[in-house]
T-cell receptor, first 114, second 110 residues
Framework: GAVVSQHPSRVICKSGTSVKIECRSL??????MFWYRQFPKQSLMLMAT?????????EQGVEKDKFLINHASLTLSTLTVTSAHPEDSSFYIC??????????FGSGTRLTVV | QKEVEQNSGPLSVPEGAIASLNCTYS??????FFWYRQYSGKSPELIMF????GDKEDGRFTAQLNKASQYVSLLIRDSQPSDSATYLC??????????FGKGTMLLVSP
């Protein structure tokens, strides 16, 4: 089946620094990738839709200047959390859509901002 | 506003019993319905998807869809302790993105 690799799986950073999370589709080309955030005991909330070669589409309430998304190739999308603050601590999950398997999720990144 | 509603649980069932998980959705245009399982600290994994009214069976899992009632359910037969997880219902309408419910926690006791 389709595999989506997400790195890092866990990161701790200081407040005010930036963190980059990578999401790669390993055996298929993903023209569209999605970034979700999940707080404890909450559901996955879509942050943005990343389209290869174009600007990401952000959901209402998500700051595009804070959460920078780059989808430069058909197999790689990155999410950069800029000037991270403790309230950005969360579980970030990427997902890629392909024509056969539908939506495949990465393994997630646990971000802790201290 | 597209909404997907699930009882947060926990739903507790003994090992070997049938677990029944329910989900309702608000968008009548919804066309695709998914059940994901999520273990604590892990990302969701797809269990089943269903597009048509009726039942769809895959091993111990059966998904049931009733579009008239805007209701989709997941039955787990012969529940095992390893089935203990949060089950997320997700819905797509047209070419829009997945909308997730908050999930139902299932606890299967040995």
């Amino acid at each position: 089946g389709a595999v989506v690799s997400q790195h890092p799986s866990r990161v701790i950073c200081k407040s005010g620094t930036s963190v980059k999370i990578e999401c790669r589709s390993l055996d298929f080309q993903a023209t569209t990738m999605f970034w979700y955030r999940q707080f404890p005991k909450q559901s996955l909330m879509l942050m943005a839709t990343s389209n290869e070669g174009s600007k990401a589409t952000y959901e209402q309430g998500v700051e595009k200047d804070k959460f920078l998304i780059n989808h430069a190739s058909l197999t790689l999308s990155t999410l950069t959390v800029t000037s991270a603050h403790p309230e950005d601590s969360s579980f970030y999950i990427c997902s890629a859509r392909d024509n056969i398997y539908g939506y495949t999720f990465g393994s997630g990144t646990r971000l802790t901002v201290v | 506003q597209k909404e997907v509603e699930q009882n947060s649980g926990p739903l507790s069932v003994p090992e070997g019993a049938i677990a029944s998980l329910n989900c309702t959705y608000s968008d009548r245009g919804s066309q695709s319905f998914f059940w994901y399982r999520q273990y604590s600290g892990k990302s969701p994994e797809l269990i089943m998807f269903i597009y048509s009214n009726g039942d769809k069976e895959d091993g111990r899992f059966t998904a049931q869809l009733n579009k008239a009632s805007q209701y989709v359910s997941l039955l787990i037969r012969d529940s095992q302790p390893s089935d203990s997880a949060t089950y997320l219902c997700a819905v797509i309408a047209g070419y829009s993105t997945l909308t997730f419910g908050k999930g139902t926690m299932l606890l299967v006791s040995p």
